[in-house]
């Protein structure tokens, strides 16, 4: 199945894109999709442990199971300002 | 009335966002606004960059305002947050909120803004005399 995802803020300048297509197998989870970034780009480590996920733009636990056509974001801490 | 919720790379308008919550059942109209400060943790700050993941930001927005309307009953609110490249001084978001009543609107601005922050994927980069910094709240 295919997958979206796009990039933002500091895991965008990382990456150095702003989304991609990602074919990936039927029963893949978020969080094997973080591993799969992780091991392809090893600088997103740090901005990803402290970040939280997003599909279809609904927060989401890592655990959840990703389907055919999903927006998956990695989402960095946000709040700057006070 | 429908909140309006707007994201935006053009500089914000407060006096149009007053307008579209006015109304003559409003008896007190707060509004917040966020603007560019030039330092920051002891650094100069240049300018900021905002990036934002503009349609899943609207929803939470959304979702803000529904929330701040059951708590407090506000009928009227309006937010714009602006993205891209800002400097000192320009303002980056604005919240106003019209009530019946002033309490209601304070504690609705102040929940909205405070709530936006940490639930909204918007993220600021600070652009400072030594380098660039994504700010983590």
């Known amino acids: 199945m295919e997958i979206r995802i796009r990039y933002f803020a500091s895991i965008r300048e990382i990456v150095g894109q702003t989304e991609e297509l990602l074919t990936v197998p039927a029963t893949t989870r978020v969080t094997d999709v973080r591993d799969l970034l992780l091991a392809r780009t090893p600088p997103l480590q740090l901005v990803l442990e402290r970040s939280v996920c997003a599909v279809n733009r609904r927060y989401v636990p890592v655990e959840t199971a990703l389907h055919d056509g999903d927006e998956l974001v990695f989402i960095p801490p946000t709040g700057g300002g006070s | ?137």
């Open chain 2, 1 to 137: 009335m429908e909140p309006i919720i707007l994201l935006t790379r053009e500089p914000l308008n407060r006096d149009a966002l007053i307008a579209a919550v006015s109304h003559p059942s409003i008896g007190g109209i707060v509004t917040f606004e966020g603007v560019v400060r030039d330092n920051a943790r002891g650094k100069q700050v240049h300018y900021l960059e905002y990036d934002a993941y503009e349609e899943m930001a609207v929803q939470q927005i959304r979702t803000i305002i529904a929330d701040a309307e059951q708590r407090w009953g506000i009928e009227r609110a309006a937010v714009a947050h602006r993205f891209g490249r800002l400097e000192i001084g320009e303002a980056s978001v604005i919240i106003v909120v019209a009530s019946p009543h002033r309490a209601e609107a304070f504690e609705a601005c102040r929940y909205i803004i405070d709530t936006l922050k940490t639930t909204v994927p918007i993220w600021k980069k600070e652009v400072a005399t030594n380098g660039e910094t994504w700010v983590e709240g």
